[in-house]
Nanobody
Framework: LQLVESGGGKVQPGGSLRLSCAASEFFLNYRAIGWFRQAPGKEREGVSCISSTLGLSNYADSVKGRFTISRDNAKNTLYLQMNNLKPEDTGVYYC?????????????????WGKGTLVTVFP
């Protein structure tokens, strides 16, 4: 299973970006998938996760109300719509897939990772 992120870039505070993650295999449909990020000098953290079915999702407190996760199982693609971006949202954003149907509350259980896409929010 390969995961390839795209959509990163540079944006001013208050701007928006939409990240995409394309999976190489259809069985992504049966996995919970999510987004993580790593800011310079900080540990990687969970941003959002969505279950394989029912569209159950969770978000880090820092992005609630600003970011929206979605998936298109027919296209084997995961998305992250990021609105009202802040400088603290800067970092490399990774897509990850779990072996489970449902997301873990602590964003754990991810087995497959993409290489990341850089998001830079600057004034």
């Amino acid at each position: 299973l390969q995961l390839v992120e795209s959509g990163g870039g540079k944006v001013q505070p208050g701007g928006s970006l939409r990240l995409s993650c394309a999976a190489s295999e259809f069985f992504l449909n049966y996995r919970a998938i999510g987004w993580f990020r790593q800011a310079p000098g900080k540990e990687r953290e969970g941003v959002s996760c969505i279950s394989s079915t029912l569209g159950l999702s969770n978000y880090a407190d820092s992005v609630k109300g600003r970011f929206t996760i979605s998936r298109d199982n027919a296209k084997n693609t995961l998305y992250l719509q990021m609105n009202n971006l802040k400088p603290e949202d800067t970092g490399v954003y990774y897509c990850a897939a779990s072996s489970n149907y449902y997301c873990s509350a602590d964003f754990g259980g991810m087995n497959y990772w993409g290489k990341g896409t850089l998001v830079t929010v600057f004034p």
